[in-house]
């Protein structure tokens, strides 16, 4: 093993649909029902069903339910929405016809009904969640209006700052014959859907016990463990071909040098070790060949660079997993504190010595609002500054509740963080260090109290802050996630048996794959070009004949 952060921390990737500030996934709902099974179309769909395919609801509608329907521009601009996702999430190859490429080959199943069918079930769950929430009396209220109206004139402005119409805005952004009205009324099925869906899933209440029998039922699942973690390389990778070269010489010091390290029996010994190391092997240490300024390194220079190098070996917070031998050796029910471990990985030794044997995080999460208010386009900071400032002082003046906050979170972040805008710019169970630092050291100051309100600055701009309190400890939040998604899982299930969505698949399957329409408009476009060729070569003839006859 070596110091590939592949190891250290486990990456957690946040998928995330989005174009022209339109998203059919609503919060939680990935991956969370159960997908239907994909079936072969495309082959059904002749050349001659396309020119002559007419939507059986009429109206040129694709999809429909008891009260909500779904044009086809729409349900195409979904469709190339989930190729998008899949292409940036999933290694799907764009540049080749979808309908070339197998998911399933041995059963005939091409990526094209892969996209189709994933489509269909984005847009079932859509219409399922609105048909329900109609059926129990939720509606959008004023502020969703008003943040649905926000998103349609923050795309008139892009098509201003574009020089272009809004239909030629929507054209290229969402599709060919997408109208206002189709953007503002997906708009609203998205909204109502996530608050119905967010109603839900805040609904469920369980006890300490559910927490406590879940926790016990899969432990292993929701720990950690800490340890120091130091590599010994004995090998390069070459540029050309990515091998990796190794020098046997190199080995065997690297191999001496694990060996003396595991031979430690405490944090400190550990430490001093690799200091030692460093000092003696300055080109392990993690330094720039040259300062700024284009001067050598110091030696306080590389005392710096090797005392933040020796804070590095340190790895908290590493979350379990059994598929790699480092995995099953720490996470093992009989390893102690400053037990070490060797290992071996294509270019390096690893020591590994447990700091912390598994446990689960009973460090406490916090709740939070804050309203943002990000740069303007020309990159200046100083409008964001004093609109945050101005809205601050809006709440201080007005009755400076946690609740008139919130209302004032829905009604800026509508632009700025569309994520929380809904939920009055709360955000629930933060664990330390989940967000950026400025945000997460005011949040997670030792003498922060409930109601607590400030201007923070971060990367993403001014942020209003207001502080809830606290929440849970983070193995209990992390707890309370699978038991909701369990929960909505079965409700949802629940729902879908009560509404019927309907699909014209001999519609919808005249959609072309992303590849064949530009393939046709660039035949479009030399047609037009041989045309307009062709009429100014008549032309000129024509002028030479008159020519000529003058």
Known sequence: MSNNPSFRKRLLISALAAAAAISLSFTGCDGVFKKQESVSRQSQTSAADKETAKSKFGDNIAVKSENYTM?????????????????????????KSSK???????????????????????????????????????????????????????????????????????????????????????????????????????????????????????????????????SFGYGTMESSDSSVVIDEEQKAKAKAAADELAKCKTQDEFKEYVTKYLNENRDYVNISSENSDGSAPTEEDYQKAIASQVDSVLNEKYPYEATSDEGKWLFDTGRKVNDTYISESTSSYGVIMVTKTAY????INRNVRHILFTAGTDGSDAEAKKKAEEVYE??????????????????????????????????????????????????????????????????????IMYYVGESMPVWKSSVDSVLRRSDISEKYAELEK???????????YTIPDPTEKAENDDENSESASSQESTSASSADESKADESKSE
């Not at 044009?71 to 540049?95: C, E, H, R, V």
């Not at 169970?429 to 005011?442: I, S």
């Open 498 to 508: 009560n509404v019927t969505v309907e699909f014209d698949d001999d519609y919808i």
């Open 394 to 463: 809006e709440w201080k003046k007005g009755e400076a509740t946690e609740d008139s906050f919130a209302k004032l979170a829905e009604k800026y972040n509508a632009e700025s963080d569309t994520g929380s805008a809904a939920n009055g710019g709360l955000y629930e169970d933060v664990y330390r260090g989940q967000k950026v630092p400025e945000f997460n050291d005011w949040l997670f100051d030792e003498n922060r109290k409930v109601g607590d309100t400030e201007i923070v600055k971060t990367d993403y701009g001014y942020h």
């Open 71 to 95: 044009s086809l521009p729409m349900f195409s601009y979904s469709f190339n929405n989930i190729i998008q996702y899949f292409t940036a999430y999933y290694g799907y190859d764009a540049t």
């Open 360 to 363: 689960r995080d009973e460090s």
């Open 100 to 230: 070339e490429q197998f998911y399933d080959e041995e059963n005939g199943i091409t990526w094209y009904d892969t996209f189709m069918d994933n489509t269909k079930n984005e847009i079932k769950r859509l219409f399922t969640l609105c048909e329900s929430a109609r059926k129990e009396g939720v509606s959008l209220d004023d502020i969703d209006t008003q943040n649905i109206e926000n998103n349609l004139s923050t795309m008139h402005s892009a098509a201003e700052s574009a020089g272009q119409s809004f239909d030629e805005y929507l054209a290229k952004n969402l599709g060919d014959n997408v109208t206002e009205d189709d953007v503002r009324k997906y708009l609203e099925e998205n909204f109502l859907a996530q608050k119905y869906y967010r109603q839900l899933y805040n609904s469920f209440q369980y006890t300490d016990e559910e927490y406590e029998n879940t926790y016990n039922g899969n432990k292993e699942a929701y720990q950690y463990v800490d340890f120091l973690l130091f």
